[in-house]
């Protein structure tokens, strides 16, 4: 079998094993749908109010977008990774043609689908319920698809580290979330940097959903100040989305 063929069963597995557990699937679209339901429909923003949520609708968008291309990948790759080792799947994939690199892609790739079509439904529930102005046209549209293609497969990377070097499920959910408040929150998603002391503004860079941040609000905010274009911020996505994919493809369980 080829590697595509490898790839495309190990896909078609994960796909199947994710749609089997319906309660992922239920909490996986139903979690971000919520957040923009509790921010977007019941705090609203205030645009000349002051405080969070001072900024125009449109503004938030990264923000939202973030919760899915965040918290989703980490957790369930994360878990996968987990899940696999604490059963001794590894050491039953050695037996088989299919690499390590080879099964985190097919695992990205489902994350990819999954996380993509949530990012969809979010976005025209944003513009449903918080009344964002967001315009897109179809050049628009494939850079903000690629960003959060870059995104997903960014921190499915995470999740495998997550999932390679926490001792339990458990301790993947409370790694992740570990990880991913904080980003959620100082990443110029939700909190603008002018609310932030001024000594912390420049650890944002460090964030890699920063750039993210920057990308999608570039793409649909009229009134963003681009520190970055959308294409260096894409940039450095894709640098850190294949870095950190090579890292999380070592780091998953060998039998060597």
């Given at each position: 079998?080829?590697?595509?063929?490898?790839?495309?069963?190990?896909?078609?597995?994960?796909?199947?094993?994710?749609?089997?557990?319906?309660?992922?699937v239920?909490?996986?679209?139903?979690?971000?749908?919520?957040?923009?339901?509790i921010?977007?429909?019941?705090?609203?923003?205030?645009?000349?109010?002051?405080?969070?949520?001072?900024?125009?609708?449109?503004?938030y968008?990264?923000?939202?977008?973030?919760?899915?291309?965040?918290?989703?990948?980490?957790?369930?790759?994360?878990?996968?990774?987990a899940?696999?080792?604490?059963?001794?799947?590894?050491?039953?994939?050695?037996?088989?043609?299919?690499?390590?690199?080879?099964?985190?892609?097919?695992?990205t790739?489902?994350?990819v689908?999954?996380?993509?079509?949530?990012?969809?439904?979010?976005?025209?529930?944003?513009?449903?319920?918080?009344?964002?102005?967001?315009?897109?046209?179809?050049?628009?549209?494939?850079?903000?698809?690629v960003?959060?293609?870059?995104?997903?497969?960014?921190?499915c990377?995470?999740?495998?580290?997550?999932?390679?070097?926490?001792?339990?499920?458990?301790?993947?959910i409370?790694?992740?979330?570990?990880?991913?408040?904080?980003?959620?929150?100082?990443?110029?998603?939700?909190?603008?940097?002018?609310?932030?002391p001024?000594?912390?503004?420049?650890?944002?860079?460090?964030?890699?959903?920063?750039?993210?941040?920057?990308?999608?609000?570039?793409l649909?905010?009229?009134?963003?100040?681009?520190?970055?274009?959308?294409?260096?911020?894409?940039?450095?996505?894709?640098?850190?989305a294949?870095?950190?994919?090579?890292?999380?493809?070592?780091?998953?369980?060998?039998?060597?």
């Amino acid at each position: 079998m080829s590697r595509l063929g490898r790839v495309r069963a190990s896909f078609v597995a994960a796909w199947h094993s994710f749609l089997r557990r319906r309660t992922a699937v239920f909490f996986t679209f139903l979690f971000p749908l919520l957040i923009v339901l509790i921010f977007g429909a019941l705090v609203q923003t205030q645009p000349t109010g002051g405080g969070l949520f001072a900024e125009p609708a449109a503004y938030y968008v990264p923000g939202y977008l973030a919760v899915v291309v965040l918290f989703t990948p980490l957790s369930r790759v994360g878990s996968e990774v987990a899940r696999h080792r604490d059963d001794n799947r590894f050491e039953k994939l050695a037996t088989t043609p299919l690499t390590r690199p080879e099964w985190l892609l097919a695992q990205t790739l489902v994350n990819v689908v999954v996380i993509g079509l949530a990012a969809l439904l979010l976005l025209v529930l944003i513009v449903l319920v918080t009344g964002a102005n967001v315009v897109l046209s179809g050049a628009i549209a494939v850079l903000l698809a690629v960003a959060v293609v870059l995104a997903v497969g960014m921190f499915c990377a995470v999740g495998a580290l997550l999932g390679a070097l926490a001792d339990s499920q458990d301790g993947v959910i409370a790694a992740s979330n570990a990880l991913a408040i904080p980003l959620l929150f100082l990443s110029e998603t939700f909190v603008p940097p002018s609310m932030l002391p001024a000594w912390f503004r420049p650890a944002m860079w460090l964030s890699p959903l920063t750039y993210f941040s920057r990308a999608v609000r570039e793409l649909t905010y009229a009134g963003s100040d681009p520190a970055w274009s959308v294409t260096a911020n894409l940039g450095v996505l894709a640098t850190l989305a294949v870095v950190l994919f090579l890292l999380g493809a070592y780091a998953l369980p060998r039998t060597d």
